[in-house]
């Protein structure tokens, strides 16, 4: 699993590298959790994540649910559609903005 970071237009954009199952979700969590901006926003990037597991999605309820306590808004870019259907059978998606790539995404957090 790669995570990267970086700050665009006051958006902290998170990229995920990998699949994010029971053997990185914690490092996911580990890495990004701190990233949440106070009152901010956050678009994390999962154009390169081919597979998530049921830790990934409870993974991103967490990230989800501390950037609520922090004030924040927070979108997802570049699910692909096996993820995309899960998180909506599961009813993840009514949670988070979705775009369908980063500029997307940026710009539905402007």
């Not at 990934?56 to 808004?73: C, E, H, M």
Request: glycine share 10%.
């Amino acid at each position: 699993m790669k995570i990267s970071s970086s700050t665009q237009n006051d958006v902290v954009l998170v990229t995920l590298e990998g699949d994010v199952d029971g053997k990185t979700a914690a490092q996911v969590q580990q890495e990004v959790l701190p990233l949440i901006p106070e009152g901010g926003k956050m678009l994390v990037d999962l154009t390169q994540v081919p597979y998530m597991s049921s830790a990934g999605l409870r993974t991103l309820l967490l990230i989800y649910r501390q950037a609520q306590g922090k004030g924040s808004k927070i979108a997802l870019s570049g699910l692909s559609e096996d993820i995309s259907d899960t998180m909506e059978a599961t009813g993840f998606l009514d949670y988070f903005v979705v775009a369908n790539d980063v500029a997307s995404g940026l710009e539905a957090l402007a």
